[in-house]
């Protein structure tokens, strides 16, 4: 399957990444704890069905330390015994705000108040920031048919 546009020959597409990127870049190194934002990021990549998301950051997890245990169990993270409560936490708000549409009235208040018993504001909004852009990415991926499998740890860093 073929992408439906060469990302390199649209300026269009080009500077959207580009100004997507800065968006990303709103968020300052450190804020969430580590690895959390792989877990986010690979867990609305899956919901989304973006095999380039998917593709690029299990790889760069993996490649930052992240266990094939935890990178293989995060799609069932309900039952599986290797993430922690702040963890289920995050994953629970993005699930919810990634399938927002399916969700009578988006992010329910206990999910995000269970979130907040873990994450001081700067790192809710950090959560915020990086669940929007990767549904973002993803849809962007999933239109567009771009093919995951060929990214190399930071390859686009």
């Excluded at 450190?30 to 069905?49: E, F, K, M, W, Y």
């Excluded at 330390?65 to 990178?71: A, C, I, K, W, Y």
Aim: aromatic share 8%.
């Amino acid at each position: 399957m073929d992408a439906r546009i060469d990302f390199s020959t649209s300026k269009i597409l080009q500077d959207f990444v580009k100004r997507i990127n800065a968006t990303s870049a709103a968020v300052p190194k450190g804020t969430l704890p580590s690895g959390l934002a792989d877990l986010v990021l690979t867990r609305a990549s899956q919901i989304n069905g973006c095999a380039v998301c998917v593709d690029m950051h299990t790889k760069d997890a993996g490649h930052d330390g992240e266990t094939p245990v935890r990178l293989n169990l995060v799609a069932a993270w309900r039952d599986a015994n290797v993430f922690t409560d702040a963890e289920r936490a995050a994953l629970e708000l993005t699930e919810q705000a990634t399938r927002i549409a399916d969700a009578a009235g988006g992010v329910t208040d206990e999910a995000w108040a269970n979130a907040a018993r873990y994450y001081d504001t700067d790192q809710l909004a950090a959560l915020v920031t990086t669940i929007a852009v990767i549904n973002a990415y993803n849809r962007f991926n999933v239109m567009l048919k771009n093919q995951g499998g060929d990214y190399r740890p930071g390859q686009w860093a």
